[in-house]
């Protein structure tokens, strides 16, 4: 079942009516824009239900959209994915685990493609999960400056649940402890929940 969120509301209806007044005046011109952009919100805000198979050995994609960095840490991985307007914003959990702290940090709205978006504000999750504790970074880009989350400290949460969303257009990069056995590289189109980022190794 395919939905939207809430959030959208105001941007969908308010460009509904928007697109009715232009027309009630005449503006025709107008009147296709908005209601152009009232599906595109429609889209945009959009919050389907994901088939989650998870086990615990693997990690899941925390956004939907595409791998655009793979870089080893010292203290283990971080895969970064870009969230076009295109894609879904929902973002879920990459495992099953409890919420150890959450904060904001950074400064500036560089574009999300870029390795300097790194320093952008950003709303960070800590998971404690059975491999260690994950760190789940949403960052926001040079148009997408608004960052939900639903998830709160001390929270358990399961593998594929959704936990916020970033409008509009950003990034996501996900920090795993260890060592991993990844099934994604660079250029690599995955799905929040659905897609399995890697495999834990022993």
Known sequence: MSR????????????LLLGVVSGWMGLYL??????????FFVGFFRDPDRDVVFSPEFVL?????????????????????????FDCHVNRSP?????????????????AFLGSADTNVKNVILLRTVHGTMKIEQITGLIARR????????????AGQRIGM?????????????????FV???TKVRAGESVIGRRVS
Request: proline share 5%; glycine share 12%.
């Open 4 to 15: 939207y969120r809430p959030e959208g509301r105001p941007f969908i209806w308010g460009s």
């Open 30 to 39: 107008l009147t296709t824009l908005f209601f152009s952009l009232s599906l």
């Open 61 to 85: 994609s925390p956004a939907d959209g595409r791998v655009m960095e793979v870089e080893e840490t010292p203290d283990g991985l971080k895969v970064s994915i870009f969230m076009s307007v």
């Open 95 to 111: 495992h099953t685990g409890v919420v150890e702290r959450i904060w904001r940090e950074g400064k500036g709205f560089r574009a």
């Open 147 to 158: 960052i939900l989350c639903w998830v709160r400290e001390g929270e358990r949460v399961e």
């Open 166 to 182: 970033i409008t509009f257009g950003s990034r996501v990069n996900l920090h795993l402890p260890g060592r991993w056995e990844l």
């Open 185 to 187: 590289s660079k250029g």
